[in-house]
């Protein structure tokens, strides 16, 4: 038996990253009271660190689902790869992107990458390790993560959403 509820634990789990940021920065903040220049700088670095991850680990609890879909997600070295169970999987490196769209097939959103040379990769937004496309898209030019996190959190609306086209596509 444990000591947090189930229920508790369940709400907390995709939260975690978030919820270990936050305290860092309640502590920074903390310490920085202290009294002197030395705890003062030093809790003012913790601080600093601690709501830089807290607003990485934010951008990132957009992209949390649980897994309901096949295959595993990878993000090396700049380069996006899909090993699908039942469907095709693929790789696309960052740098050749063109576009980033979100389709809902059978219910269930898809991210739709495409490449300069026009293949498309479909991802599941339920696969295992989607949640790393956060960082990946993050590093894009011009991308916004606001819109990115709207359309994940629609579930009514247009089946098909264009949420990110390179610069330089036009």
Known sequence: MGLIRPELAAWIAPRRELLA???????GGWLATWGGWFYLGLGALIFAVC??????AWRRLAF???IAAPGVVELVEGE????????????VALRHLTE???IRLNGHDH???KSRDGQA????????GAETLADAFAVLPGLDMGRISAALSRQDG????????APDAG
């Not at 996006?80 to 790789?91: F, H, K, M, N, V």
């Not at 990769?121 to 295992?128: D, Q, S």
């Open 80 to 91: 996006i790869r899909y090993y699908a169970a039942r469907a095709l999987g693929g790789t």
């Open 111 to 113: 991210w739709r990458l």
């Open 64 to 66: 949390h689902r649980d």
């Open 51 to 56: 709501a830089v991850l807290t607003v990485g």
């Open 21 to 27: 940021a936050i305290g860092g920065a309640v502590f």
């Open 121 to 128: 990769l479909l991802i599941p937004v339920e696969a295992k």
């Open 100 to 102: 980033i769209r979100l």
């Open 158 to 165: 247009p089946s098909l959403r264009i949420v990110w086209t």
